[in-house]
């Protein structure tokens, strides 16, 4: 009597932790495509920051000056809201529509499905800032007193962390219109306290405290440091490295938000 042996089609699991090059791409090149066919998106990313910095010069246009102090540090907090924006509602879609179960039913990590949506992400964040720079340098006349590399490269960081912000918080939210509803308790406090309206040591201690733990006050104090400085300064690392780091760690925080559902 010959044995039959059954094997199961049931693809397995990638590691977790573990990110493929392969799957990671996929996933992101999947989410270009969706984001292709979705025009008031790429608006609200690309033309959006742009569009409200030339409204910002011209608010301005008889005290050149106070454009220079506070367009550098707008021009990176501009893309962390449209990103975070973007983000938040295009991964919830995503996730009650039942295509992150179905992608993490098959051989995805959650590392490979989040590392795609950020590369995704991140590269229209790098179109995003440099429009938003180029503009702001070459067409509206900002002056600073730094590389423009370096101005470029916090503005990307930023874009980067509100991506990432939005990809965590995305998890915590039942409809898109939730999702739109975590920016007063994620964004509007950052901005007041990032030291855009007034500097961070002016503040109550208290406020200072708090400041001193949110991104975007290092976000600002980077843009700062390249408007007043022409060489990188030891706070100019500083802050990009925390604003960096900020975003890897939320990155790590929103992959441990997805659940693989098992039968």
Known sequence: MSTTTI?????APAPTGV???GRTTATAGRVLRQLRHDPRTIALMIVVPCVMLILLRYVFDASPRTFDNIGASLLGIFPLITMFLVTSI???????????ERLLAMPLGKADLIAGYALAFGALAIVQSALATGLALWVLGLDVTGSAWLLL??????????TALGLFVSAFAASEFQAVQFMPAVIFPQLLLCGLFTPRSDMHP????ISDVLPMSYAVDGMNQ??????????????????????LLVLVLGAATLRRRTA
């Open 7 to 11: 094997t199961s089609t049931t693809p």
């Open 19 to 21: 990110i493929n090059a």
């Open 90 to 100: 295009a991964t919830l879609r995503e996730r009650t529509s039942g295509t992150l």
């Open 153 to 162: 490269l916090v503005a990307l960081l930023d874009a980067l962390l509100g």
């Open 206 to 209: 208290v406020l200072t405290g």
């Open 226 to 247: 390249v408007l007043h400085h022409t060489d990188m300064t030891a706070t100019f690392v500083r802050d990009v490295l925390i604003v960096a780091g900020c975003a």
